[in-house]
Every structure is written in structure tokens, then in C-alpha cells.
């Protein structure tokens, strides 16, 4: 764990320098107006490389925390409805039905679960295709585990991406949303708990992520 957080360290440094290196720029312009109130334009771009530069070290430090766990019985269909009661604003903007069928009760570490969850249907949502979002969350009982079902109809991850998605900073098709760090918590947390965590390509489309959790 050490030499892959070493391995991540020389990534944050390399995308931290890019809004630093912009936040540097615009305090220079601002200080050549010295005197003159601040060109909001300027102002805007700075907030946004702050928040750019921020958002990256919070990813990175709930990244290096997605493997302490603290076990509790936890149930999944109420950790579910607070991840839907948070995700409703982007749920509604996008027009997006949730559907969840019953969930088990498992043990774990709520607020890692909560994480998990809210992260993978988010991306649901957010990697949407032309028609309205449909989300689907279930959990069939296997022979040892729970394997844990979201499934949407949106675009879909491209059989190059299936492993990678899964790393840091491992943005498919080039977005430019959101900070990539997403799927490799996913994927900390459930290893954490014991499970695995994959990705499949639906024959009519969309995309199903899958993890297991121990009975
Ligand atoms: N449901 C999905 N459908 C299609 N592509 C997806 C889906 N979920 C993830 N991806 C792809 O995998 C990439 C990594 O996902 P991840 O959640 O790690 O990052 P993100 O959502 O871009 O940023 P973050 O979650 O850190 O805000 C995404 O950028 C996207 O390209
Ligand atoms: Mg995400």
C-alpha cells in the first residue's frame, strides 16, 4: 500500500502543479492592479483553480483513508435512500429514475458503504446518453457473497477502459468533469471489506458495476 501511495504521490504533484501554477499567474496580474478593484474575471478563474486544487487533495486523502474500516451491521437499503436523498438534485436535473430492489444487511463500515454507493450511482447519472438516465440497484444473493448491482443505460465503458477506470486519475474519453478518483475508492473500500469490484458491458447497453461483499 505504501509504494502505491508513493506511486500516486508523484500523480497529485504533477495534476496540482496546473492550478498552482494558474493561482500563482492571476496573483501576479492582480498585484500589477494594485490599488484597482480586482478584475472579477480574474477573481472567478482563481476561486476555480482553489477549488480545483482542493477538491484533488480531499480525493487523495479520502483515497488514503478508503482502507480504515470500522465494522458495523450495517443495511444497505437505508444507507441507499440517504445516498438518494443526497443525490436528488442531480437525480431531478437529469430527468433520472432510481430504481432500488431490497437490499441486504451486511457488515461494514457505513460511511465507506455510503461512499461507495453514492459514487457509483452518481456516475450513473453523470455518464448519461441521450436518453433520460434509468439507474437500477439490486443485490441477488450468491453461494458466499452479496454481489451488489448498479446498472444504467447510459454510455456505456469502452472494453480498453474496464480495468483502468479503476485506477487514480483515470478519466475515459478525455472529460473534464469531476477529479477521477471516484472508482479507485470504490474499489479500496470493497476491498477493504473483503470483496472485488468489476465492471460489465451489457448486450443492450449501458454499464454494470458489480461488487461482492462477504455473507
Ligand atoms: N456509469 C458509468 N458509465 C460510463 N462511464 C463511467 C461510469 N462510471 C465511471 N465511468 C468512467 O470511469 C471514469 C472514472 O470514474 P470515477 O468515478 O473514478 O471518476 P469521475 O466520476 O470522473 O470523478 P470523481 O468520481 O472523482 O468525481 C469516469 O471518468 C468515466 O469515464
Ligand atoms: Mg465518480
Redesign the pocket.
Known sequence: MEAELRGYADVVAHDLREPITGIAHLVTLLERGAGAPADPEALALLRASTERARELID?VLVYARAGELRREPVALGQLMDEVATDLRPSLEAAGATLEVAELPAVEGDARQLRRLLQ?LV???V??HGEAPPRVEVSAPQGPEDWVVTVR?N????AHD?VER?FGMF????G?A????????VCRRVVEAHGGRIWVEQPEDGG?A?RFTLPR
Do not use: Q, Y
Open positions: 480525493g459514487n452518481g456516475n450513473a453523470k455518464f444504467d447510459g454510455l456505456g465503458v477502459d477506470i483515470a478519466r475515459a474519453r472529460e468533469e469531476g477529479t477521477s478518483i471516484g472508482l479507485a454499464s458495476f
